[in-house]
């Protein structure tokens, strides 16, 4: 081949960075080997999961429970030993991995599953002046763009689309659909055993506005609403968190854990503290509370084992026993390390345990009943990995960085794998990339602004640095300084600003109009947020906008600037590659897709699946010879 020439194999020996050895990475891992880079560094923080074999093709049944990045470079270096492969087991987002480690790399090269660490990696691309081949694959579709600072745009320059969400009083009151009981069961294996989200909490609403009368008082019917309301009755016929004022995992400690006292604290008392809510059920189908009692036998047959058919209630009430017992014992160890459980759908009694509780609730409710895989499916948010589609980005990803490393950027294109042939027959259609948006709060060389409405009365400094700072505008370790003040308000310093945690902001002397300087000293990103203030939005509701004028109409319509603006962004997408190339679906997680990246006001939201950071392992990293 001609263009194996001298400069080119030199270009080779240039030490790049592959982020992620699951679907893609293990594709892309063994591509790169073979086609003759020599110096290959591979990060992932997780470890093998038997579920991954049937398409991580580097790794085997002797490898489950050993570091993915250690595994996948091993198997590269078997298949080309001259090969100079560097693993971590860690993630990406550590302080470890900042733009100087980034700064060594010709190119980085994403495999990831989820857009915090994809914003994250974006960032320090930027910041470094490396060149990004960005990736993703949702079941049949699949897609590779290049990132270059100044070039292209960026992952964050058109908005992403967020995961689907449902408002937290259909969640806690009126479920409808199997997807609202499964969101439920994954809150509550929260509430009892893994990091508490007060968003997510799972005991009836007394505030749904449904239930409220024209005066905006709660409406309790008689003979319940003494029951519940105000002690005369049984204590357990209220909901968890208005007893005692106990949380869901206090009242659970308390009561030991115990599977018959739980199931009929959730499935019978709070129950029928939801039918006292008696506005709530005009229009609908009643629920029926069920008591453990009902199901005696508590075996279930045992011949209802196969995942994919509909099993009994008595089946699914023995396996929410089983399951409760072992990760309360789980539970009680990682205690004693002042640890907590994390939500993993392949672990068996965790997976058992929402499905059974999503069952339970779904019959309550006279909802459809699921299987095993089905809830496994939906709870996991899984569109099933295809191996082959994984294979055909990690190739595209290939093609492009070896146009990036020859510096032949004109030739670089931005790919899509569609579902059908395009009218010309194509089933791979590419598209020059497209430039940096200017208005990019990311990418953008000039003033980065963007302005935040939420109520400063009510919202605290906490809620501020997790839901704004980290889950909206994806940052890791920001520091924030009240330009007006000159008060530092959040900073990075392990301890420095505790103690404002829980204070509101206006307490801290922010005022509407006030503007916060905030960066992020690991991603090297900085971005100036001007606040106004909303009287009427709650403690968590939050709106952010590159353009504070558009609010009022807009908001009336319900529709968000922002998703304006990424509709009008995708449109536009879908207008070149549909028009041109008979696409017009983007990846889902993938890299053109938007994210809509702020609540509703006034709407409390929960999302369906979160992109659970896993538990990241202490770092290991080596030369393999
Ligand atoms: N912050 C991060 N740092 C390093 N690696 C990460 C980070 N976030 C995700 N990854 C890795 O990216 C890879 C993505 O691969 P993939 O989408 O195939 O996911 P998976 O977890 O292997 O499969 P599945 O989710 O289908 O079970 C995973 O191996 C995951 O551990
Ligand atoms: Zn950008």
Known sequence: MTWRNADFLQKLQKPILVVGAGGIGCELIKNLVLTGFKNIHVIDLDTIDVSNLNRQFLFRKEHVGKPKAQVAAEAAKALCPDVNIKFYHDSIMKEDYGV????????????????????????LCLGAVVPLVESGSSGYLGQVAVIMKGKTECYECVPKPAQKTFPGCTIRNTPSEPIHCIVWAKSLFNQL???????????PDPNDEENQNPKGNTVMSKSSSTASMDGNNSENSKPVSETEKLSTRQWAAVNNYDPEKLFNKLFFDDINYLLSMSNLWKERRKPTPLQWSQFLSGEGSSRESSVNTLWSLDKWCNVYEKAIQELAKRFDESAKENRVLTWDKDDEPSMNFVAACANIRSHIFHIPEKSLFDVKSMAGNIVPAIATTNACVAGMIVVEALKVIREEFDKVRSIYILRQPNPRGKILADDEPVGPNPHCYVCSSHKREIFVRLNIHTMLVKTFESKILKQSLNMVAPDVIDLFTNRIIISSEEGETDALMDKPLAELGVKNGSQFDCDDYLQKFEIRIMLLHHEEFKSDDFEITTDPHVHTAKAENGVHPEAEIAESHRKEEEHKNGNKEGNGQPVEDGVLSMEIIEKSPGLKRKAVDTNDEKETSPKRSRIIE
């Open 100 to 123: 100087e480690f980034f700064q060594q790399f010709a190119i980085v090269l994403n495999a990831l599953d989820n857009k915090a660490a994809r914003s994250h990696v974006n960032r």
């Open 193 to 203: 055993f893994g990091e508490v989200d007060p968003d997510d909490d799972v005991s």
